[in-house]
């Protein structure tokens, strides 16, 4: 898409570099911007709240889990 000029550079980039961080990570989703059925095709887990993403979290990971926030993460560029 991003050759097709269909699809902005930076907002490719951050699409690719999110999807590999999926390879290092679990990936909790919440957002009132995006539907579940999106967010899991884009191979993320969704919340419908912080609180049961973070009750997520621990409940595959465990008590001693080290989680990251990421506020606003549309807005942050991504690097591995």
Not at 25 to 32: E, P
Not at 45 to 57: D, F, I, T, V, Y
Request: with cysteine; proline share 2%; glycine share 8%.
């Amino acid at each position: 898409m991003v050759q097709a000029g269909t699809l902005d550079k930076a907002v490719g980039a951050n699409l690719l570099l999110g999807r590999q961080l999926l390879n290092f990570a679990d990936a909790i989703l919440v957002t009132k911007g995006i539907l579940e059925k999106d967010t899991r095709a884009m191979g993320f887990k969704w919340a419908c709240s912080p609180a049961e993403a973070l009750k997520m979290a621990f409940a595959t990971q465990g008590p001693a889990a080290k989680i990251n926030v990421l506020y606003k993460a549309s807005k942050i560029i991504c690097a591995l």
